[in-house]
């Protein structure tokens, strides 16, 4: 069963206790909750000796969802899970938006003044905003983690796909790259380039193997851009037949395959560029950081039976992971980034002609958009995010609101959480 985070009254973070236990300092009145996501309360008290065992927090990066974990290495009790839902690609989506709005009002109103794009510079280290949000979510969510529990030691996965030691197994530097690891490193990078899909027929969801394109029998490489996967009546109907003979009746599936081998990997690529500074602002912490490959993590899942999910990854990242872990009960908490508001003061409808006329204003009657509240109204009893309206009711799910029903649990923070089977959600009741 999940841990419920605990704090003294003078904020500092004490070791997470069992929701029953929870439970019952709040019936009491000896604590009180101060946070709903993640759950936390806080004592009414002060800890003169505090004695705490220390957690380790977990980290396995990823360009859409990166998962953490809070880990005892001591006996590996998986005492914190959460996967967290980046907002890269509604970022770049949006300013790809406000670029045309721009240029096409400079093409209205200024369209003879000399061209200034040239004139920006950027700083060092400079990354685009959609990867500094994904940078600035996972340093978000590493500060409030460190604030409510006890955490001593950081782990991340800093090489999702070393490609130059993938395609020159013996360069010395890193030994992970030699013996088991390599099979899981190369396995890894070709599950995420097809999708974890048979190149030849598309089937998903069945054994994949390892399939040389330029067979080997005729001189082919075990060199990264001469695999692919394929499930294994695919690879046994090809054998040892050039792709080209093989897939003479299947014109269509020979162009992808043939393009797909030299499409990049966006995903691996957003990783791999934030990787060095998301560990250089992670060492900022004053915590020692240990890192780990893709190679190691899936390493340590398969050895200890662990199914693929990110949280279970993150468990699973660098050499520190304990060989016995305890995961048992543990409901990931669901967060997904969603910013706070846009710069845009007044909406349009598809014509260009605004929809409203008064200024636009974040907060209404007390409330916002993005608070998470509780509606208990006529209609029935219900909770989750609002959007605000500039009118007596709000939007809440697909039905609207009056503001006189809601009560707010969790104050907008630019994320929106959710956790199917929370073992401790009636404990602010």
């Given at each position: 069963?999940?841990?419920?985070?605990?704090?003294?009254?003078?904020?500092?973070?004490?070791?997470?206790?069992?929701?029953?236990?929870?439970?019952?300092?709040?019936?009491?009145?000896?604590?009180?909750v101060y946070r709903r996501y993640p759950f936390t309360i806080v004592l009414k008290r002060v800890v003169e000796e505090l004695q705490v065992q220390p957690l380790r927090l977990k980290l396995d990066p990823g360009s859409t969802t990166t998962g953490m974990a809070l880990v005892d290495d001591t006996n590996g009790k998986v005492?914190?899970?959460?996967?967290?839902?980046?907002?890269?690609?509604?970022?770049?989506?949006?300013?790809?938006?406000?670029?045309?709005?721009?240029?096409?009002?400079?093409?209205?109103?200024?369209?003879?003044?000399?061209?200034?794009?040239?004139?920006?510079?950027?700083?060092?280290?400079?990354?685009?905003?959609?990867?500094?949000?994904?940078?600035?979510?996972?340093?978000?969510?590493?500060?409030?983690?460190?604030?409510?529990?006890?955490?001593?030691?950081?782990?991340?996965?800093?090489?999702?796909?070393?490609?130059?030691?993938?395609?020159?197994?013996?360069?010395?530097?890193?030994?992970?790259?030699?013996?088991?690891?390599?099979?899981?490193?190369?396995?890894?990078?070709?599950?995420?380039?097809?999708?974890?899909?048979?190149?030849?027929?598309?089937?998903?969801?069945?054994?994949?193997?390892?399939?040389?394109?330029?067979?080997?029998?005729?001189?082919?490489?075990?060199?990264?851009?001469?695999?692919?996967?394929?499930?294994?009546?695919?690879?046994?109907?090809?054998?040892?037949?050039?792709?080209?003979?093989?897939?003479?009746?299947?014109?269509?599936?020979?162009?992808?395959?043939?393009?797909?081998?030299?499409?990049?990997?966006?995903?691996?690529?957003?990783?791999?560029?934030?990787?060095?500074?998301?560990?250089?602002?992670?060492?900022?912490?004053?915590?020692?950081?240990?890192?780990?490959?893709?190679?190691?993590?899936?390493?340590?899942?398969?050895?200890?039976?662990?199914?693929?999910?990110?949280?279970?990854?993150?468990?699973?990242?660098?050499?520190?992971?304990?060989?016995?872990?305890?995961?048992?009960?543990?409901?990931?908490?669901?967060?997904?980034?969603?910013?706070?508001?846009?710069?845009?003061?007044?909406?349009?409808?598809?014509?260009?002609?605004?929809?409203?006329?008064?200024?636009?204003?974040?907060?209404?009657?007390?409330?916002?958009?993005?608070?998470?509240?509780?509606?208990?109204?006529?209609?029935?009893?219900?909770?989750?995010?609002?959007?605000?309206?500039?009118?007596?009711?709000?939007?809440?799910?697909?039905?609207?609101?009056?503001?006189?029903?809601?009560?707010?649990?969790?104050?907008?923070?630019?994320?929106?959480?959710?956790?199917?089977?929370?073992?401790?959600?009636?404990?602010?009741?």
């Open positions: 069963m999940s841990n419920v985070f605990v704090i003294d009254t003078d904020y500092q973070p004490l070791d997470p206790m069992h929701p029953g236990y929870a439970r019952r300092l709040l019936k009491q009145g000896k604590a009180a005492v914190f899970a959460a996967e967290l839902t980046h907002r890269g690609h509604a970022i770049k989506e949006s300013l790809d938006d406000r670029r045309v709005v721009r240029r096409k009002r400079r093409n209205r109103k200024t369209r003879y003044r000399k061209p200034r794009w040239q004139n920006r510079r950027r700083k060092k280290g400079w990354v685009p905003p959609s990867l500094e949000s994904r940078l600035a979510n996972i340093l978000t969510w590493v500060a409030r983690l460190c604030r409510l529990a006890p955490i001593t030691a950081l782990s991340m996965e800093l090489v999702k796909f070393d490609l130059q030691h993938m395609q020159n197994p013996d360069i010395s530097g890193l030994t992970y790259q030699q013996g088991t690891l390599q099979g899981y490193e190369v396995r890894e990078y070709l599950l995420e380039k097809w999708e974890r899909t048979c190149a030849y027929c598309g089937k998903q969801n069945v054994p994949l193997q390892v399939e040389h394109i330029h067979p080997r029998a005729k001189g082919g490489t075990n060199r990264i851009s001469n695999l692919t996967l394929a499930c294994e009546p695919c690879n046994k109907a090809k054998n040892n037949r050039e792709i080209t003979i093989f897939l003479a009746k299947k014109p269509e599936v020979l162009k992808r395959i043939l393009a797909q081998l030299k499409s990049p990997l966006k995903d691996a690529s957003a990783v791999n560029t934030t990787r060095w500074a998301l560990l250089k602002q992670l060492k900022a912490f004053g915590l020692p950081v240990e890192c780990g490959s893709g190679g190691l993590t899936k390493y340590n899942r398969s050895t200890r039976g662990l199914p693929k999910t990110h949280w279970l990854d993150a468990v699973c990242v660098g050499k520190s992971t304990p060989v016995a872990l305890s995961h048992r009960g543990i409901v990931p908490l669901q967060i997904k980034a969603m910013g706070h508001g846009s710069r845009q003061m007044c909406v349009v409808d598809k014509y260009g002609f605004p929809k409203q006329h008064k200024q636009r204003k974040k907060k209404f009657l007390g409330y916002q958009t993005g608070d998470m509240v509780k509606a208990i109204s006529p209609k029935g009893v219900f909770e989750g995010r609002i959007a605000i309206r500039h009118r007596p009711e709000f939007r809440l799910g697909k039905r609207d609101i009056h503001p006189k029903y809601l009560r707010c649990v969790h104050r907008a923070d630019g994320y929106e959480y959710i956790q199917k089977g929370v073992p401790h959600a009636p404990l602010h009741d």
